[in-house]
T-cell receptor
Framework: AQSVTQLGSHVSVSEGALVLLRCNYS??????LFWYVQYPNQGLQLLLK??????LVKGINGFEAEFKKSETSFHLTKPSAHMSDAAEYFC???????????FGAGTTVTVRA | EPEVTQTPSHQVTQMGQEVILRCVPI?????FYWYRQILGQKVEFLVS????????KSEIFDDQFSVERPDGSNFTLKIRSTKLEDSAMYFC????????FGPGTRLTVT
C-alpha cells in the first residue's frame, strides 16, 4: 500500500518569503509523486510530478520539488511567495501515471501582505 | 485549455434517494476516475474506469455505487440509496498521462 504524510495542515508565510511544504511518502515500489493545488471553489490542478527521471522537478507558478529517496520525501518549495499562492496543496503518490492516487491530508497556505 | 467539467456543482438530496453525478472528461483521455473528500478529511479514491469497465475500486465503492459511460462523452457516478455519510465533495478526473480533475460536486445528504 502507498501513503503520504503532509507535515503541517496550515502554513502562513509573508509575501516574498520562502514557501516550504513537506511531504513524506511510503511505497513498496518506486513511486510516482505529485503535487496538486486547489484554489477555492475549484478542482485540483497539477503543479508538478516526479516519475523517476530528474530528482528536482520544476512545475508551474515557480514551484519545484525535490525527490529524496533516502528521506522518502518530496517537499514542495517556492522561493518567493505571492498573494495568489494562497490555496490548499495536496501531495499524492501512485505506482504509475494512470493509476489511482493516494493523497495526503493537504496543507493550507495563507500569504500575509 | 481543455478541462474536466462536472454537474451539478451542488446537490442536496434526502437519505435513501438516488443521485447521479455527471462528469465530462477531456475528450482524448482514456482513463476516468472518481474520488471523494469528506469535509475535513483526505481526498479518497473511489473507482477507476478504462475501456468501458471498472479497472479498480476501493472498499468504499460498494454495491450502492455504480459508474457508467453512457454515450462516449459523459462519465457518471450513481449512488443508489444515499446515506448521511455519503455527504462529501465528489471529484471526477481523467487522464492520458497525468490526472486532470474537475471542480467537484458537493453532495449534501439530509
Amino acid at each position: 500500500a502507498q501513503s503520504v504524510t503532509q507535515l503541517g495542515s496550515h502554513v502562513s508565510v509573508s509575501e516574498g518569503a520562502l514557501v516550504l511544504l513537506r511531504c513524506n511518502y511510503s511505497s513498496s515500489v518506486p513511486p510516482y509523486l505529485f503535487w496538486y493545488v486547489q484554489y477555492p471553489n475549484q478542482g485540483l490542478q497539477l503543479l508538478l510530478k516526479y516519475t523517476s527521471a530528474a530528482t528536482l522537478v520544476k512545475g508551474i507558478n515557480g514551484f519545484e520539488a525535490e525527490f529524496k529517496k533516502s528521506e522518502t520525501s518530496f517537499h514542495l518549495t517556492k522561493p518567493s511567495a505571492h498573494m495568489s499562492d494562497a490555496a490548499e496543496y495536496f501531495c499524492a503518490v501512485s505506482v504509475a501515471n494512470d493509476y489511482k492516487l493516494s493523497f495526503g491530508a493537504g496543507t493550507t497556505v495563507t500569504v500575509r501582505a | 485549455e481543455p478541462e474536466v467539467t462536472q454537474t451539478p456543482s451542488h446537490q442536496v438530496t434526502q437519505m435513501g434517494q438516488e443521485v447521479i453525478l455527471r462528469c465530462v472528461p477531456i475528450s482524448n483521455h482514456l482513463y476516468f476516475y472518481w474520488y471523494r473528500q469528506i469535509l475535513g478529511q483526505k481526498v479518497e479514491f473511489l473507482v477507476s474506469f478504462y475501456n468501458n469497465e471498472i479497472s479498480e475500486k476501493s472498499e468504499i465503492f460498494d454495491d450502492q455505487f455504480s459508474v457508467e459511460r453512457p454515450d462516449g462523452s459523459n462519465f457518471t457516478l450513481k449512488i443508489r440509496s444515499t446515506k448521511l455519510e455519503d455527504s462529501a465533495m465528489y471529484f471526477c478526473a481523467s487522464s492520458v498521462s497525468e490526472q486532470y480533475f474537475g471542480p467537484g460536486t458537493r453532495l449534501t445528504v439530509t
